[in-house]
């Protein structure tokens, strides 16, 4: 029942961080001093990103690389903005989803560890009473014996794992 409400929650989630974008990416290009640091974003990497096309086209990566016109920069800016919000949202829901399920499966970890233990103690326990039954039956059967019933506890019921070595 859980599983389907935190799907459904980082789905609501990532869906309204898409406006949440998009209002950040509008009120940075208006902001005078945000808007130089995006344009001057922007350009960084448009001239890192135009290098490694034309390491990877084999091209020349000397030559001088035009920068952006300001609105161009801010366009790109702002739309890197807001993708790296909706990006940092989904991020977060998954990290949020994977502890989870590791603390899930930590819970279950433990159970299994206490079922085990409790098994072993059972076990232990089922162990000392099987020797205390043994030991019991050696002392009837040494009576009996000083008794004369020694014919008594020879019979064919006793098996012969049970008998005293």
Known sequence: MILPVAKLGTLLLKTMSKPIATRLKTEASRHPKFRQLIINLAQANHRISTNIQRRIYGHATNVEIRPLNEEKAVQAAADLIGELF?????????????????????????????????????????????????????????????RGLSGLFRSTSVPDQMKPA
């Open 86 to 146: 909706v990006f940092s949202v989904a991020g977060a829901a998954v990290i949020f989803e994977v502890q989870r399920s590791a603390r899930s499966e930590a819970r279950k970890e433990e159970a299994r560890k206490k079922e085990i233990e409790a098994i072993r103690q059972k076990e232990d326990q089922l162990a000392e009473e099987i020797l205390t039954m043994k030991q019991k039956l050696s002392e009837l059967e040494r009576v009996a014996n000083s």
